[in-house]
């Protein structure tokens, strides 16, 4: 026979073309190598893969977390600002309170930046990984409870400080009303001092003094009672931040004295009102019977007008002793300057 790769004659029995030294078809070592390559290809391959393990994070792991937890740290602090100002202007009540311009500004930027960092963080530790995805969710979990916590905190702060700030606000308002009310029922005080102290030497001239008494009255005794009102509007007010603000302190004592005075001036011009109505059923009457008249009724009430202006009396007296600030002019009025 001869070999199929160089030509050569061989033996019968030769296995191995001993010229090139291919395998001769057809021989039991060439059928053992053929088949054997069979069964080897035939034969499932088995691939060894090795264990995952997660390796301990690395700097720069390490520094995307520390990045994102600064950009998360200065979220918290943009949103504490939008909610602190957004309960201080609602319990104030005023919109314009609401100055968010800068506040949206950061915390959109903070959160953006906050996104991008857990991206970062996603990309070094893929959640396919789940050790990475349950670390991923106790993370968040305490992250989000951090946020809940300063947020609330934020609310609480801006609740009290717009509390003491709409105290201020409505403290403010009250005392430029009580200012301007009293500039404005100066010259009715003025007046009625003037006429109550007029002497009246006849029953005519008593009886005019009654009659300018009443006009002047009909201005005065009103805004009397308004300035009262809103004397106690401000002790009140007053009193809700005493304590917490010692600096109203003064100003409550001054409020409270000028409040005794006023209810002391109250019920003057009320016994002065009464006398003016008993003068005016006296006029047109002989004289004879208006001297009877005023002795009997009208002295009585002169006389508990003047109890209740040395009670004033003593109760500005009191203050002067005590040094509490009151308009110079009652202290002049009593002659207690």
Request: aromatic fraction near 8%; proline fraction near 5%; glycine fraction near 8%.
């Amino acid at each position: 026979m001869f070999c199929i790769q160089c030509g050569n004659s061989l033996p019968e029995d030769a296995q191995f073309c001993r010229f090139c030294g291919r395998a001769i078809a057809g021989s039991s070592t060439s059928s053992l190598s053929v088949s054997g390559s069979l069964q080897a290809a035939a034969a499932p391959a088995t691939i060894a893969v090795p264990p995952i393990e997660v390796t301990p994070r690395t700097p720069k792991r390490a520094g995307a977390y520390a990045s994102f937890g600064f950009s998360v740290f200065c979220f918290a602090i943009s949103a504490a600002a939008f909610v602190f100002l957004l309960a201080k202007a609602t319990v104030i009540g005023d919109p314009n309170e609401f100055k968010v311009g800068g506040s949206i500004t950061g915390l959109i930027f903070t959160a953006i930046w906050a996104v991008t960092g857990w991206k970062r963080i996603e990309q070094s530790e893929p959640e396919s990984v789940p050790q990475f995805k349950q670390q991923h969710r106790s993370f968040q979990k305490k992250l989000i409870a951090f946020i809940v916590l300063v947020l609330v905190v934020a609310a609480g702060a801006g609740v009290k400080v717009g509390g003491r700030a709409a105290h201020e606000r409505r403290l403010a308002n009250l005392m430029e009303q009580i200012e301007g009310l009293g500039k404005q029922s100066a010259p009715f005080k003025s007046r009625f001092v003037e006429d109550v102290s007029r002497e009246s030497s006849t029953i005519p001239q008593y009886l005019q003094r009654c009659a300018d008494l009443e006009l002047v009255l009909n201005n005065y005794d009103p805004a009397l009672r308004q300035m009262l009102s809103l004397m106690s509007q401000a002790q009140g007010e007053i009193e809700e931040t005493e304590g917490k603000d010692t600096k109203w302190k003064g100003v409550l004592l001054t409020i409270s004295t000028m409040r005794s005075i006023l209810e002391k001036d109250i019920e003057y011009v009320g016994l002065v009102r009464k006398e003016v109505d008993a003068a005016k059923q006296i006029n047109g009457q002989a004289p004879s019977d208006q001297v009877r008249v005023y002795r009997t009724q009208i002295v009585p009430m002169q006389d508990a007008e003047l109890k209740v202006a040395n009670q004033e009396r003593e109760i500005i007296k009191s203050a002067s002793g005590k040094g509490v600030k009151l308009p110079p002019e009652l202290y002049r009025q009593y002659g207690l300057e």
